[in-house]
């Protein structure tokens, strides 16, 4: 009797160890976490430039980011959320799909920029770049200056953006278009002569004129055209974005529209060249014009022409590190460091 309760007895206290043990087990392997969500992408506008000196090159600002494609999203929602235009997103990510990029595609964010050779004083707008710098008006070599920087749309082939020295002469908000012959006689029907204020209005709820004909800077009512070829030769910006600027300029501001489909900088020593399109065919050819550039720059000696020409090839509008390879004593070379 006694035996068997003994038994008895163990044979519970076996089942219970046996039922802990496996709670126990349960409890050592949660379930799977769910994915974190995609990181937001920074809006990169507002940079530190040093001002370059004579003789020196302008250095980097911003920064590059990655980001991995949400189910549904596109290219043109990558730029958008990232202050960028289409072209900078589609130049940097060439072979991936803009309407449906693959989920879960690792993409380049080309947040980081080479501020274009300029006067460094007010609006910069660079047309292959499709980027406009607004400096303080007045700067001084070697200083570090607050710069923003938007992306802009600009005039098809046919009707280029022009190039060369302005003044804004007036600024208006919520304007009314009063559309000029040229454009009416292209304009799809219904036409009209006059476009109120509004949503429909291609300025937008800002236009900043400028001391060069017709052409302004002004807001869109289509911003999937910001990063594209697609107004009469104005530069338009997000609507997010004009109102900014709107508030920074007054008559008087001084401004630059520069062609400059590659530009050079550096920064810590070693030299970078950022390559666009040359969108109004206004280079014969773009690989002995960086090369030229190179040579004028006095940049020979410190360059690899091999990763140049490359870099023109691609033309992915990022800063990509041209710096040669240092040479060892022993002949080999060491590859130079990406910072």
Same mark, same amino acid.
């Given at each position: 009797?006694?035996?068997?309760?003994?038994?008895?007895?163990?044979?519970?206290?076996?089942?219970?160890?046996?039922?802990?043990?496996?709670?126990?087990?349960?409890?050592?392997?949660?379930?799977?976490?769910?994915?974190?969500?995609?990181?937001?992408?920074?809006?990169?506008?507002?940079?530190?430039?040093?001002?370059?000196?004579?003789?020196?090159?302008?250095?980097?600002?911003?920064?590059?980011?990655?980001?991995?494609?949400?189910?549904?999203?596109?290219?043109?929602?990558?730029?958008?959320?990232?202050?960028?235009?289409?072209?900078?997103?589609?130049?940097?990510?060439?072979?991936?799909?803009?309407?449906?990029?693959?989920?879960? +595609?690792?993409?380049?964010?080309?947040?980081?920029?080479?501020?274009?050779?300029?006067?460094?004083?007010?609006?910069?707008?660079?047309?292959?770049?499709?980027?406009?710098?607004?400096?303080?008006?007045?700067?001084?070599?070697?200083?570090?200056?607050?710069?923003?920087?938007?992306?802009?749309?600009?005039?098809?082939?046919?009707?280029?953006?022009?190039?060369?020295?302005?003044?804004?002469?007036?600024?208006?908000?919520?304007?009314?278009?009063?559309?000029?012959?040229?454009?009416?006689?292209?304009?799809?029907?219904?036409?009209?002569?006059?476009?109120?204020?509004?949503?429909?209005?291609?300025?937008?709820?800002?236009?900043?004129?400028?001391?060069?004909?017709?052409?302004?800077?002004?807001?869109?009512?289509?911003?999937?055209?910001?990063?594209?070829?697609? +107004?009469?030769?104005?530069?338009?910006?997000?609507?997010?974005?004009?109102?900014?600027?709107?508030?920074?300029?007054?008559?008087?501001?001084?401004?630059?529209?520069?062609?400059?489909?590659?530009?050079?900088?550096?920064?810590?020593?070693?030299?970078?060249?950022?390559?666009?399109?040359?969108?109004?065919?206004?280079?014969?050819?773009?690989?002995?014009?960086?090369?030229?550039?190179?040579?004028?720059?006095?940049?020979?000696?410190?360059?690899?022409?091999?990763?140049?020409?490359?870099?023109?090839?691609?033309?992915?509008?990022?800063?990509?590190?041209?710096?040669?390879?240092?040479?060892?004593?022993?002949?080999?070379?060491?590859?130079?460091?990406?910072?």
């Amino acid at each position: 009797m006694g035996g068997t309760t003994t038994g008895r007895l163990a044979a519970v206290l076996a089942v219970a160890l046996c039922m802990l043990s496996a709670c126990s087990a349960r409890r050592a392997a949660p379930a799977p976490l769910p994915p974190l969500p995609p990181a937001a992408l920074e809006k990169i506008t507002a940079v530190r430039v040093r001002v370059p000196r004579r003789g020196q090159l302008p250095g980097l600002v911003g920064r590059v980011q990655r980001h991995r494609i949400a189910p549904k999203e596109t290219l043109l929602d990558v730029a958008r959320n990232a202050g960028l235009g289409f072209n900078e997103v589609q130049d940097a990510n060439r072979g991936v799909d803009e309407w449906i990029p693959p989920a879960g +595609t690792e993409v380049v964010v080309p947040t980081q920029w080479i501020v274009p050779r300029s006067g460094y004083r007010g609006v910069v707008i660079n047309i292959p770049e499709m980027r406009l710098y607004f400096f303080p008006v007045r700067t001084t070599p070697g200083e570090l200056a607050a710069v923003r920087t938007w992306a802009v749309g600009i005039g098809t082939d046919d009707t280029r953006s022009p190039v060369g020295s302005f003044r804004i002469t007036a600024k208006d908000k919520h304007p009314t278009w009063y559309v000029p012959d040229s454009i009416y006689r292209a304009m799809d029907p219904p036409k009209r002569r006059v476009v109120p204020a509004g949503p429909d209005n291609p300025l937008g709820d800002y236009r900043i004129r400028l001391s060069k004909g017709l052409y302004s800077i002004h807001g869109t009512d289509v911003p999937w055209s910001v990063g594209r070829l697609t +107004t009469h030769g104005c530069i338009r910006l997000y609507p997010e974005d004009i109102g900014e600027l709107f508030r920074l300029v007054h008559p008087g501001t001084v401004g630059e529209l520069v062609y400059e489909p590659i530009k050079f900088g550096e920064s810590d020593g070693h030299i970078y060249v950022e390559v666009h399109d040359d969108l109004y065919h206004r280079v014969r050819d773009l690989q002995r014009e960086a090369v030229r550039q190179a040579r004028q720059l006095r940049l020979t000696n410190r360059i690899d022409t091999d990763r140049l020409r490359q870099a023109v090839r691609e033309k992915r509008g990022v800063p990509v590190n041209v710096t040669r390879r240092l040479g060892r004593r022993d002949g080999s070379a060491t590859q130079v460091a990406e910072p």
